[in-house]
């Protein structure tokens, strides 16, 4: 056999190998299923889905560390079985242990809301009982009367953290989603001026449909941000207009508590809200809502009426 020969095998093997195992700075990883029953998957470089439930669980607070992406990284596609069909797509991670969220930190919305730039992140909270899938309905709760829409970039936690300097912040991020932060601005101004209150409703908190490890994404103070409603784009921004990054944000939370492996982080949305908008223009029964985030794709939710 000739050297050329041989060369070229040599090439053609090393290629089959690259292909056959996820690259660890590239996951993408989802849970597909029936409500209750996802199973953890990824994504591969043809977009398909791969199931990965007979290695792990699930994604959750177990597999979010370094090492552990890293160890799901080293897997074998030809040991991943593809997914057949066009399953439910649901919350990308499980076991969260709290939302929290930014208020006010976009430039552009900030004055749109006619409200002074906040000196410190404005900290508030989602209730985990608002996660759904990024595919499933949102549904209008009963007496409400400004339900608004807002597309943010959701950070997952990787490792427990407390008192973090901005320098070790990308160390405990597990990777990036997209997260719309659905509000009801009539509980949230107008009865008792709670944020928490007017944002933790069921189906609130639709995230997904996938978590990017976070090296996948170069610049994650460089994405697009945007929404549409009925298919006219409301939202056009880039989280470059953040008052406060991603790394001002997490290491000012740990300061104030503990953030566990799951938690998830809302940072914000830009402006092109529906209560921003003169008039005003609130979702409705049968609105469809787009949002998404460059690098992390998109959702897509039906506004349902009242259980």
Known sequence: ?????????????????????????????????????????????????????????????????????????????????????????????????KIIAIGFNYVNHAAEMEVDLPSEPLVFMKATSALTGPFDNVIQPRNALKLDYESELVVVIGRRAQYLSEDEVFDYIAGYTVGHDVSERAFQRERGGQFTKGKSADTFAPVGPYLVTRDAIGDVQSLSIWSEVN?????????????????????????????????????????????????????????????????????????????
């Open 1 to 97: 056999m000739s050297r050329n020969n041989l060369a070229a095998i040599a090439v053609a093997f090393a290629t089959f190998v690259c292909s056959s195992v996820v690259n660890a700075a590239e996951l993408t990883l989802l849970r597909y299923g029936p409500l209750g029953e996802e199973k953890p998957g990824l994504i591969d470089s043809q977009g398909q889905i791969r199931d990965l439930s007979a290695f792990i669980d699930d994604i959750g607070p177990a597999n979010l560390s370094d090492a552990a992406l890293d160890a799901i990284a080293q897997i074998s596609l030809r040991e991943l079985p593809l997914v057949q069909g066009d399953p439910r797509i649901g919350v990308p991670v499980t076991g969260t242990g």
């Open 231 to 307: 298919g006219e784009m409301r939202q056009q921004g880039n989280t470059a207009d953040m008052v406060f990054g991603v790394k001002q944000i997490i290491s000012h939370l740990s300061q104030f508590m503990t953030l566990y492996p799951g938690d998830l982080i809302f940072t914000g949305t830009p402006a092109g809200v529906g209560d921003g908008m003169v008039p005003p223009s609130y979702l409705k029964p049968g609105d469809v809502v787009r949002v998404g985030v460059e690098g992390l794709d998109f959702q897509r939710q039906v506004i349902a009426s009242p259980r």
